[in-house]
C-alpha cells in the first residue's frame, strides 16, 4: 500500500488523552493516513451527523469520558449510525486495559483487534494496515472466506483466532491444531505478557473431552511451535514455570 493509496483512508481516533491523541495523529498522517480525532463519542457521533461518507476504520479507547469504548463499539457494530452504514467497519481497540476478561469484553463488543498502552507505532501500523486490507466486514466474512458466526475472535500479530468455531489463520492460511493446542494457545493470547504456569494451562485446556497431564503439555507446546513456525518466537519458556506470549 502506497502513500498515495493511504491518502484515501479516512480514520476517526476517539481518545480523551491528548499526548497520545498527538502521537498517533502525527505518525499516522506522517503515514499519509487522514485522522479525525475526537475526546469522547459524542463528539464522534455529532461529526458522523454531517458526513456524507463513513469512515474506513475506527480506534476506541475503553476509558472515556461518558460512553465507553464498549458502548461505543457496541453503536457502531449495532446500528446504522445517522444514515450511515458503519457496523461493518473495522473497530481497533486502543486501551491501557490489558486484563484478559477486558480483551474478551471489547471483542465480544464487537472489535476487530485489541491493541493495549504502552504501544509501539510499527506496532499499532501494522495492525491498522491488516485491518484495511480486510476492509468492511460485510457478512462477517473470515479470513477463509466462509461466514463467521461468532464477534468472540482474537487477533495477536498475524494470527487470527475465532474462539467458538475453533479456527485459527496464520496471515491468510487457515491452521490445523488438536483442541488442546488451540485452547493453549488461545490462553497465552489471552494473557499476552503474563506468565501462565503448567498448572494454569492444564485447567484452563483441559475439558470433558480433553484431559491434560503435567508431562504433556510440553509436548503439546512443541507442537503447537512447530504449526507456528518463525511466529512461534512469540512464545517464551519461563525455567521452572511455564510459558507466556510477548
Not at 491493541?115 to 473470515?142: C, W
Not at 488438536?178 to 499476552?192: D, N
Request: glycine share 6%.
Amino acid at each position: 500500500m502506497n502513500k498515495m493509496s493511504k491518502m484515501n483512508h479516512k480514520i476517526v481516533l476517539i481518545e480523551d488523552d491528548k499526548d497520545i491523541t498527538e502521537i498517533i495523529t502525527i505518525h499516522l498522517q506522517q503515514m499519509g493516513y487522514q485522522v479525525f480525532s475526537f475526546v469522547c463519542g459524542e463528539m464522534a457521533i455529532e461529526y458522523l451527523k454531517t458526513e456524507v461518507q463513513p469512515p474506513d476504520l475506527f480506534i476506541l479507547d475503553i476509558l472515556l469520558p461518558g460512553l465507553s469504548g464498549i458502548e461505543i463499539c457496541k453503536t457502531i457494530k449495532g446500528n446504522r449510525l445517522f444514515g450511515l452504514d458503519v457496523k461493518q467497519i473495522p473497530i481497533l481497540m486502543l486501551t491501557a486495559l490489558a486484563a484478559p476478561d477486558d480483551i474478551v469484553a471489547g471483542l465480544d463488543a464487537g472489535a476487530d483487534d485489541y491493541l493495549t498502552k504502552p504501544f509501539d507505532n510499527n506496532v499499532l501500523t501494522a495492525r491498522i494496515r491488516a485491518l484495511l486490507r480486510r476492509g468492511p466486514t460485510k457478512g462477517n466474512k473470515s479470513l477463509s472466506g466462509t461466514t463467521a458466526t461468532s464477534s468472540a475472535v482474537l487477533f495477536f500479530h498475524q494470527i487470527k483466532m475465532d474462539i467458538e468455531q475453533y479456527r485459527v489463520w496464520l496471515v491468510d492460511d487457515e491452521l490445523q491444531m488438536t483442541l488442546t493446542e488451540f485452547r493453549m494457545l488461545c490462553e497465552l493470547i489471552k494473557a499476552q505478557g503474563k506468565v501462565l504456569t503448567r498448572e494454569q494451562l492444564i485447567k484452563n485446556v483441559s475439558g470433558d473431552d480433553v484431559f491434560v497431564g503435567p508431562r504433556t503439555i510440553d509436548t503439546h507446546m512443541v507442537a503447537l511451535r512447530k504449526k507456528l513456525g518463525d511466529h512461534s518466537t512469540f512464545i517464551e519458556s519461563v525455567r521452572g514455570v511455564g510459558y507466556r506470549i510477548i
